[in-house]
C-alpha cells in the first residue's frame, strides 16, 4: 500500500496549513498511522502518530502546534500545522508505524 501526502506549500512564519494523507485498501483501519518529515541535511523524523482509537503522540518539537487526526472510513489522516516555523521546513510524510514503503511526500518551507 502506498500512501500519498499533499497539502503542502510556502507559508510565512506563524502561518498554518494542513497536510492530507490518502491511500487504499484497509490499511487505515489496521494500522497506526503518523507524519514524518525530512529537512534538508538531516533524517527522516517522526512528528505525530495516531492510534487506532484515537490516541496521540507528538515530537516535543511540534507538540501544542500540530494535531494529527484521522478517518478511517474516508481512508484519510490529517495533520494540521499552526504557528508554524522557519525550522519545520521539510518534506513531510504519512506511513504506518513503524514504516513501511515511502509513498510520495509533500514539501512545507516556511519563510518570509
Known amino acids: 500500500v502506498q500512501l500519498q501526502a499533499s497539502g503542502g506549500g510556502l507559508v510565512q512564519p506563524g502561518g498554518s496549513l494542513r497536510l492530507s494523507c490518502a491511500g487504499s485498501?484497509?490499511?487505515?483501519?489496521?494500522?497506526?498511522m503518523g507524519w514524518y518529515r525530512q529537512a534538508p541535511g538531516k533524517q527522516r523524523e517522526l512528528v505525530a502518530r495516531?492510534?487506532?482509537?484515537?490516541?496521540?503522540n507528538y515530537a516535543d518539537s511540534v507538540k501544542g502546534r500540530f494535531t494529527i487526526s484521522r478517518d478511517n472510513a474516508k481512508n484519510t489522516v490529517l495533520l494540521q500545522m499552526n504557528s508554524l516555523k522557519p525550522e519545520d521546513t521539510a518534506v513531510y510524510y504519512c506511513n504506518i508505524v513503524p514504516p513501511a514503503n515511502w509513498g510520495q511526500g509533500t514539501l512545507v518551507t516556511v519563510s518570509s
Open positions: 495516531i492510534g487506532l482509537g484515537g490516541t496521540t
Open positions: 485498501g484497509s490499511i487505515f483501519s489496521i494500522a497506526v
